[in-house]
């Protein structure tokens, strides 16, 4: 489809990578020329060595400092001059109200904002995150208030929220759950021998729960419950609630939890667990669950908004109330000691993911997406549903 252009943007290489690169392959085997913007990081080199045209953007994903806000926008703006693309795409709070603005301010025919949780700005606790809510209000409000775009949020719970505040209007809102996964790649594997291994697939940051599961891995040596509990992931820097890799380092050396870092074949991360957890504070929909779900691994998470759009409370796992070492050790000890449970919530949690995650049933819907606002900019349709 010559001419037309797609820029997905979003506050990481390493999201564009693990979460929408099947997107970006879906728009280009239609013939769409597709472009990616993030700030730099370890998988900016894999998206191009993949043939896509990435853009850096520097972002500070941390704070609010005007100065480096008004640098970011106007990275933006220079970027959607170059590129001058036909729809955006943005992923995470940063990218969908700066990017939405320069949008609005350049005329770009169609805008997309993806809202994949609601992060430290909407879910954070204390005076900073209040304040910041308080002066960004009117500001996301602006900025979502155009009729050439489509707000996208992951769970019913984070669009009514956003209604609540009244950031965006009901009839630009879309739900799509999650983003889809490759069924054959995410495929059931035979359960290890040996003691069961929990998994945590996750960010290292406080509001993951790393340190609820932590907690909890205690209580379960007390109970002399025999577990390995392995946090598969790595610190963030660029979010203010990064777990530092000292405080890593120390609580594997005092074998509480197994810590490695960051896990470069989830497949193999998936494959050695018995039991997949995510005590998280607040989500959108976990791709890490979804994946864990398509692998035949049973789940423990929160009970939460997110987490509830995959982990059906037992049938293909458990839900915990958040923050409560005590409930997520119990629930990690009713799995890890019945193998009948965890192989029926392992069939249970192949179904669910094939029915509604794969990578064909959610690109698709974003296509239509897409699709909608082309036609409304009087764009050619990109053609959305399956390939």
Not at 4 to 14: E, F, R, S
Not at 255 to 268: K, N, T
Not at 293 to 309: K, S, Y
Not at 323 to 341: C, F, G, H, N, Y
Request: proline letters at 7%; one cysteine or more; aromatic letters at 6%.
């Amino acid at each position: 489809m010559s001419g037309t252009k797609v820029l997905l943007v979003a506050n990481t290489d390493w999201y564009l990578f693990n979460h929408r690169l099947s997107l970006a392959e879906n728009l280009r085997r239609r013939g769409i020329e597709v472009h990616l913007a993030s700030p730099g990081g370890g998988f900016a080199a894999r998206l191009r060595q993949a043939g896509f045209a990435w853009h850096e953007v520097r972002m500070d994903r941390k704070g609010f400092n005007p100065i480096r806000e008004v640098r970011t926008l106007n990275r933006l703006r220079d970027l959607y001059r170059q590129v001058a693309p036909t729809l955006v795409h943005h992923f995470t709070i940063k990218p969908v109200l700066y990017g939405s603005l320069e949008g609005r301010w350049r005329d770009v025919p169609a805008l997309v904002n993806s809202i994949t949780g609601r992060g430290y700005l909407f879910a954070g606790r204390g005076i900073i995150p209040w304040l910041l809510r308080i002066a960004l209000r009117p500001v996301f409000a602006h900025a979502l208030d155009t009729p050439n775009q489509k707000v996208v949020f992951q769970n019913p719970a984070d669009l009514e929220a956003f209604l609540a505040l009244r950031l965006v209007r009901r009839e630009r809102c879309v739900l799509i759950r999650g983003s889809g996964i490759d069924p054959q790649r995410f495929r059931p594997r035979p359960e290890p021998a040996g003691d069961p291994v929990v998994v945590m697939p996750s960010r290292m940051l406080r509001d993951k729960g790393v340190q609820d599961l932590v907690e909890a891995s205690r209580l379960l040596r007390r109970r002399r419950v025999r577990v390995r509990v392995v946090l598969a992931g790595a610190p963030d820097p660029g979010n203010p609630t990064s777990i530092p890799e000292g405080r890593l380092r120390q609580w594997t050396a005092e074998g509480v939890v197994e810590w490695g870092g960051w896990s470069e074949d989830m497949v193999e991360t998936y494959a050695a667990a018995h039991v997949v957890v995510l005590p998280s504070h607040a989500e959108g929909v976990p791709r890490a669950l979804i994946e864990a779900a398509a692998m035949g691994r049973p789940i423990v998470a929160t009970d939460l908004p997110g987490c509830r759009e995959i982990v059906y409370n037992g049938r293909n796992g458990l839900l915990v109330p958040v923050r409560d070492p005590q409930a997520l050790s119990e629930a990690i000890q009713t799995l890890v000691e019945d193998p009948a449970l965890r192989r029926r919530m392992a069939a249970e949690g192949r179904a669910i993911a094939l029915e509604n995650y794969t990578d064909e049933i959610v690109n698709g819907m974003i296509l239509l997406v897409y699709d909608e606002l082309l036609a409304g900019a009087g764009q050619p349709a990109i053609g959305g549903g399956t390939t």
